[in-house]
């Protein structure tokens, strides 16, 4: 029934193609008048039904002849709608384009020049290598019309033709045409042969600029609109002129651009001025305050997204002459109605312009900000004075009293935005700080501990733990309220700072330090925090000594300026002018790259490492401590065999189960290549046999099952892998091949080779990226 309905619709279109073209062969080309007043032929209404049929789907490549001599009419409504369906149909009807020739050829003679560049424009348009000396022959004549119209659309079918065929354009003597056309005395015809002698060279940098194009373009540049200069002027930037003199004379003839009205004007101008300064020391200094002044005047605009564009640029100059905008900071404070874009970019400016002697008013300026309404712009301006201290040491001091002026306001954000902040001024000047820091007791109820204030935090709280006697109260309530904070980062630095405290106060940390261990090895807790507390447990209980030299508190200070401490971003002349500026990205990537879910991953690990508590050797226990319980007392064995429906009463029976995800976002290489075989293999290989195994959906499904040795432990696992996402599902259910009752101490053993077998697991799914080539 559905062949027979499809069947139906397919010929009740095929009619309505068929019908189109009787009534295009039957309809007269007399002129007419329709119901609204206007003048077409007979056939204008069915050509358009023909669009109106093909922009619906259906094949209306049969009427191709029919339309081909509809085109040949006066009436250009007409023949606009006819060009249009050629130029869509042609590489369908290949062979029954050469019909079309001839109408081309002598519209290209006729005394109209809408009616010569439409039909260039539709002939260019048609992606047939065949008629590509019809296309040469007549943008060769199109290249001289008289008619300015004409000769720009020319130029842009030249871009057409060299997409199409680059080897017929560059063989052909087009080329040397179009260099010649730079000379048409029509500015915006001189425009579109600059775009197409760029796109022609792109692969050489752009079109060739010699000392006469140059001259002679600069000699004309007034004569073309603003968007036009813009392009000129961005094409003279590759001219390298042959003396210093001919550098002066272009300035003096650039000069007056800087005070265009149109900001891109203005943009390109002064990447002029830059690039002919380079390799002149004496004249660069001068050039930057000349190009000042502009740059300041585009601040004052009232476009924001302007004003935005102006500050990107800005911290280019600002890395090229660090002196530029340092007596002019005032210009970059806020501005009433301003959008929160702007002012967080402003902010970025006045970290590097403070000096000795503005730095305070521009921190009392920025600490005005932080009890605003918009949050962002409170923690973006508490980061800006952080940076500000950093940089410039004999105003530490007043701006920690800024932050303690602004912790008694008690507002949520700003107190964990600067709790963030004194983790890294404990850093720089831990004497400084540390008196500081007696207020955590008081204010620690009002800090964001999901966000990133919820480490720094720990962290802080630990450095001082010893000297404020409500410390080990403050962790305790944390570990009983432990379900109120997931995050992974926030329960690794809770472990590290609990056992840090226990080294300094042990009487009266270790219940809490017990109950918090008890906590972070249940099955349900991810892998990373079950791992770290295991490891913290058996150094304390093997080796008390390493615990505290690992964690022995040290108190130095990091010099930190500007250029090293903080990231800044890869700005260079060369992308100035250019969106690609404003994206912080080349121009040669792609602008999005990252598609949805697949988001960077934060380094858990990074709270770790931090200056107050140096554990450089974490990473390196823990690896050692995995190897060495894998190999001593996890075995599996080679020759471990059953069936089926053993399994599956396995499966069904034992009591022991895991569930857990394994994410493989940190490899950087395509696990999309990967097969069954490949990743089966991996599996026998280390002594995980397999039941069985296929796809399902986008995962790919194995049953695995393996024994330890010297306990007889049975282990089944369902393992999902999505290699798309570059995820692993894994379901785990471990038990004693003779099922029944399990005593106290088989519980033990099942929980114990449980985490080795996960961790054992997870290292060869982790591994398989090391099969993709």
């Known amino acids: 029934m559905s062949s027979g309905r499809v069947s139906f619709l397919d010929q009740l279109q095929n009619r309505e193609v068929t019908e189109l073209g009787l009534r295009l062969k039957e309809a007269s080309e007399n002129v007419t008048i329709n119901h609204t007043g206007i003048q077409q032929t007979a056939k204008r209404p069915i050509i358009k039904k023909v669009l109106e049929t093909m922009t619906a789907g259906i094949d209306v490549s049969s009427l191709f002849g029919d339309v081909i001599k509809a085109a040949s009419t006066k009436d250009l409504v007409q023949k606009k709608l006819a060009y249009m369906y050629i130029s869509t149909q042609a590489e369908q009807n290949a062979d029954l384009v050469i019909l079309a020739i001839n109408t081309f050829q002598n519209d290209l003679q006729d005394e109209n020049p809408f009616v010569r560049g439409l039909a260039l424009r539709t002939l260019c348009s048609m992606r047939l290598i065949d008629y590509v000396p ?76 010699d000392t006469n194009i140059a001259h002679y373009l600069l000699q004309r540049l007034h004569e073309f609109n603003e968007w036009h200069q813009c392009l000129v002027l961005d094409t003279l930037i590759r001219y390298k002129p ?99 874009f702007v002012t967080l970019k402003k902010l970025e400016v006045l970290e ?18 932080i009890t605003g309404t918009d949050k962002v712009i409170a923690q973006k301006s508490i980061e800006s004075i952080a940076k500000i201290s950093f940089r410039i040491e004999n105003v530490l001091s007043y701006s920690l009293e800024v932050f303690m002026k602004l912790l008694e306001t008690g507002i949520d954000i700003i107190i964990s935005s600067i709790i ?61 309220d432990l379900e109120s904070y997931p995050a992974t980062s926030f329960r690794l630095q809770l472990l590290n700072s609990t056992v840090t405290l226990f080294l300094h106060r042990p009487a009266e940390c270790r219940g809490m330090l017990a109950k918090l261990f008890k906590y972070s090895m249940e099955p349900y807790e991810s892998l990373d925090i079950r791992e770290r507390a295991l490891f913290l447990y058996r150094l304390l209980q093997k080796d008390i000594k390493k615990a505290q030299e690992i964690f022995k508190h040290q108190r130095y200070a990091s010099k930190k300026n500007g250029n090293n401490n903080f990231k800044t971003r890869d700005k260079h002349l060369t992308k100035f002018n250019t969106i690609s500026l404003l994206y912080g990205k080349h121009s040669e990537q792609t602008l999005f790259e990252q598609t949805p879910g697949n988001f960077s991953k934060r380094n858990d690990d990074q709270f770790f490492s931090s200056p107050t508590h140096h554990i450089s050797e974490f990473d390196e226990l823990i690896s050692l401590q995995s190897q060495n319980v894998v190999k001593d007392e996890f075995t599996l064995s080679s020759t471990v065999s059953i069936e089926a429906k053993k399994f599956k009463a396995c499966w069904e029976n ?89 005593h106290e101490d088989q519980k033990m053993n099942l929980s114990k080779y449980s985490e080795y077998f996960i961790q054992y697991l997870t290292r060869y799914v982790k591994e398989l990226s090391n099969l993709v080539k």
């Open 134 to 209: 019809y296309m040469l022959e007549s943008l060769s004549h199109a290249l001289i019309d008289s008619s300015a119209y004409v000769r720009k659309t020319a130029l842009i079918s030249c871009i057409k033709l060299f997409n199409l065929s680059p080897k017929h354009v560059l063989d052909a003597p087009l080329v040397d045409q179009l260099y010649n056309t730079l000379r048409d005395r029509d500015p915006e015809v001189v425009a579109n042969c600059i775009v197409a002698l760029n796109r022609i060279f792109l692969s050489e940098g752009g079109m060739t600029v």
């Open 242 to 340: 042959s003396s210093e003199d001919e550098i002066f004379d272009i300035m003096n003839l650039l000069d007056d651009r800087l005070k265009h009205h149109n900001s891109g004007v203005q943009l390109t101008t002064v990447k002029i001025f830059i690039k002919l300064a380079e390799g002149i020391y004496d004249i660069q200094e001068d050039v930057y305050k000349r190009i000042k002044s502009p740059m300041l005047t585009l601040l004052t605009l009232t476009s924001p997204e302007i004003v935005y564009s102006c500050l990107e640029h800005i911290i280019v100059l600002m890395n090229q002459s660090h002196q530029l905008f340092r007596e002019d900071y005032k210009y970059f404070y806020r501005r009433i109605k301003e959008p929160s």
């Open 352 to 369: 590097g312009i403070a000096t000795k002697i503005s730095s305070k008013e521009i921190i009392n300026e920025i600490s005005g900000y």
């Open 420 to 480: 963030t902040a004194l983790e890294e001024f404990m850093n720089e000047s831990p004497e400084k700080v540390g008196s500081l820091l007696s207020v955590l007791p008081s204010v620690w109820t009002s800090i964001d501990l999901s966000s990133q204030a919820g480490p720094a935090f720990l962290n802080l709280l630990t450095t001082v733990g010893y000297e404020i006697s409500e410390a080990p109260y403050i962790l305790e309530s944390l570990i009983d």
């Open 654 to 742: 034992f009591t022991e189960s895991h569930e857990f995800e394994i994410s493989l976002l940190d490899s950087s290489a395509s696990l999309i290549s990967l097969t069954l075989d490949d990743i089966e293999s991996v599996f026998e290989e280390n002594m995980m046999m397999i039941m069985a195994s296929g796809s399902s959906g986008d995962y790919l499904k194995f049953f695995l099952y393996a024994q330890e040795i010297n306990s007889n432990i049975l282990m089944l696992c369902e393992l999902k892998l999505n290699l798309n996402l570059k995820l692993a599902k894994i379901n785990l259910r471990i038990g004693y091949e003779a099922y029944g009752i399990i």
